[in-house]
């Protein structure tokens, strides 16, 4: 883990704020990136490029992004800082997993102490982390319990998926992907047994697949097996492309789509 951010992705469309914001950036050394959109800030996030996620909560779109942003393994997790509106504010910060909330208007001071106890939390992370990983190397005789080996060849990939449920469109993270199917987590529970209409980004790619899938198993955390029942013609030549590029990724098929062990389901 780097001691620094090595960026930090800002969700906000308020004037007055992003000054504010990018001076105090600028101050702490970190580089930013200003995103316009929820899909943005989402792909940087999910692509591990960023850190730090600055999230804006007068925007409807923030408190979704920092929930999926929370669910993140803690290498590509970011630290949150949020932007709420004038204290109380309404907690829907708190509640979506922000580390750290600044209330509007916001006061340059404020923002570099924020900064400056976001990196010294960093940096001892870090020396904590690289303490863990010397002592590691000294146990050779380590072994891998049988689900830590489970969950390790099921790391897979890290994208966006859109998920076009009855009461609206809900975002979730493509944690895997083959050619059969793909297991997501969501900021909810999905229904098992639905067959919704969903679209995927292909990382690496500007593609999106496009097609139907049938949620053959669900549980309370959010987390799904999504069957592809219908891939148009298109939809079916980029993912079998893109599975050809790194054969890492179509091996094990069939894997993608069981759950994980000891998960109550819903089915």
Not at 20 to 35: M, P
Not at 131 to 142: G, I
Not at 172 to 184: F, K, M, P, T, W
Not at 194 to 216: E, N
């Amino acid at each position: 883990m780097c001691e620094t951010p090595r960026f930090a992705a800002v969700f906000c469309h308020h004037a007055p704020s992003l000054r504010i914001l990018r001076t105090a950036l600028d101050e702490a050394g970190i580089d930013c990136l200003f995103c316009r959109s929820q899909q943005q800030a989402l792909e940087l996030t999910l692509a591990g490029e960023c850190s730090l996620l600055i999230a804006d909560f007068a925007l409807p779109e923030a408190g979704e992004l920092v929930r999926l942003a929370s669910l993140l393994p803690p290498p590509q997790k970011p630290v949150v800082l949020a932007v709420a509106e004038e204290y109380p504010g309404t907690g829907e910060a708190f509640q979506s997993g922000a580390n750290r909330i600044l209330y509007r208007p916001l006061v340059s001071g404020q923002v570099q102490d924020a900064l400056q106890e976001i990196l010294e939390k960093r940096r001892k992370r870090a020396h904590r982390d690289s303490r863990k990983k010397n002592s590691a190397r000294l146990s050779k005789f380590s072994r891998l319990t049988r689900e830590d080996r489970r969950a390790a060849a099921r790391s897979g990939i890290k994208t966006l998926v859109y998920l076009e449920l009855e009461t609206g469109t809900l975002a979730a993270i493509g944690v895997d992907l083959s050619e059969q199917g793909l297991a997501v987590q969501a900021s909810g529970p999905i229904l098992a047994g639905a067959r919704i209409p969903f679209r995927c980004l292909l990382p690496g790619t500007g593609h999106t697949l496009r097609g139907l899938a049938d949620i053959i198993w669900a549980d309370s955390q959010g987390r799904a097996g999504m069957f592809f029942s219908h891939l148009p013609p298109s939809s079916r030549k980029l993912l079998k492309h893109w599975l050809a590029r790194g054969s890492a990724h179509s091996a094990d098929a069939v894997r993608v789509l069981l759950p994980p062990e000891s998960v109550a389901l819903f089915l």
